[in-house]
């Protein structure tokens, strides 16, 4: 993987120490991976190692957390598209794709003019539920 600068860099960067913690390995075998060409790093302006978020994700297999940047105590949140938006009088209907999974939500018409939603817009979809149910499409053989 190819080293860069830290300069120009849009992505959230993570120091060494705390991308190591994060992926559950020693500050040594980040380093070493970093030779090995296993982990794009970026390097700051005293040639520091820095890694992008992203590179953590990849390699814990896990997706990134979803900041809002609002303070909320709900903690599932799903980044995602709108896909479609149906509004019929006061509600309307938002379907949104989060990665593999498509959300449903029926909001105030006020709320997606407000937020601006449309097809294509980025948006969160927030959940925050007093029930939730697990289920299992088919039983297996035992």
Known sequence: MARGDVRGSRERLLKAGDAARALGVS?????????????????????????????????????PRVLTGTALSARNRLAGVVRSVEGDGVVALVEMQCGPFRVAALITRDAVEELGLAPGVRAVATIKATSVMVSRDAPEDR
């Open 27 to 63: 500050l040594d075998t980040l380093r070493r991976w970093d030779r090995q060409g296993r982990i794009r790093v970026m390097r700051d302006a005293s040639n520091r190692r820095q890694v992008p978020e992203s590179e953590v994700a990849r390699l814990s297999g896990r997706a």
